[in-house]
């Protein structure tokens, strides 16, 4: 039983590069959703689906664009990276009827 | 705008002690409030939830505590232990989002 999988684990990117985080959960979840976690800042929302077909911003979605490929996979995207989106990301998927969330591993991404 | 603040950094308790952690909140349509614990390296995971129509809610050696009139709530986790060591997070619901404090490091002193 993964939980939730997220990939890749780390990765290095130039300023300007396109990269695109991969978020999977195996647990049938309706609501999945991205954070970022910096230092003295705790988990900031990105984006959130609450459904199949559905994306919402959060409350730092600029840089980002999400989709929501099927029930299972969760996808964040950044087009043109910059040195501010140096930062872990963890996706999450939860069924709200258990009001808890499952976290990934997180992604540990640096923008040089 | 954060709605869920933890405003102690970190906290260190000595083995067998209480440990106490706190949350304060200003969104009054909050459904419910969870507490996540996170080790380094490591993706968050959930502790404990209390409802926003319920003052209390107890898991063994957690507690959380809920009041509405101040807008705050606290974990309680008696007693202590070295492996409580991690960081903890408040977070709270409304709809579907789910929105997190800035966390408090909690250090357990054997």
């Known amino acids: 039983n993964a939980g939730v999988t997220q990939t890749p684990k780390f990765q290095v990117l130039k300023t300007g590069q396109s990269m695109t985080l991969q978020c999977a959960q195996d647990?049938?979840?309706?609501?999945m959703y991205w954070y970022r976690q910096d230092p003295g800042m705790g988990l900031r929302l990105i984006y959130y689906s609450a459904s199949e077909g559905t994306t919402d911003k959060g409350e730092v979605p600029n840089g980002y664009n999400v989709s929501r490929l099927n029930k299972r996979e969760f996808s964040l995207r950044l087009e043109s990276a910059a040195p501010s989106q140096t930062s872990v990301y963890f996706c999450?998927?939860?069924?709200?009827?258990?009001?808890?969330?499952?976290f990934g591993q997180g992604t540990r991404l640096t923008v040089v | 705008d954060q709605q869920v603040k933890q405003n102690s950094p970190s906290l260190s308790v000595q083995e067998g002690r209480i440990s106490i952690l706190n949350c304060d909140y200003t969104n009054s349509m909050f459904d419910y409030f969870l507490w996540y614990k996170k080790y380094p390296a490591e993706g968050p995971t959930f502790l404990i939830s209390?409802?926003?129509?319920?003052d209390k809610n107890e898991d063994g050696r957690f507690t959380v505590f809920l009041n509405k009139s101040a807008k705050h709530l606290s974990l309680h986790i008696v007693p202590s232990q070295p492996g409580d060591s991690a960081v903890y997070f408040c977070?709270?619901?409304?709809?579907?989002?789910?929105?997190f404090g800035a966390g408090t490091i909690l250090r357990v002193k054997s």
């Open positions: 977070a709270a619901t409304y709809g579907n989002k789910l929105v």
């Open positions: 647990m049938n979840h309706n609501s």
């Open positions: 999450a998927s939860s069924d709200l009827t258990m009001f808890a969330a499952f």
């Open positions: 209390i409802s926003s129509i319920k």
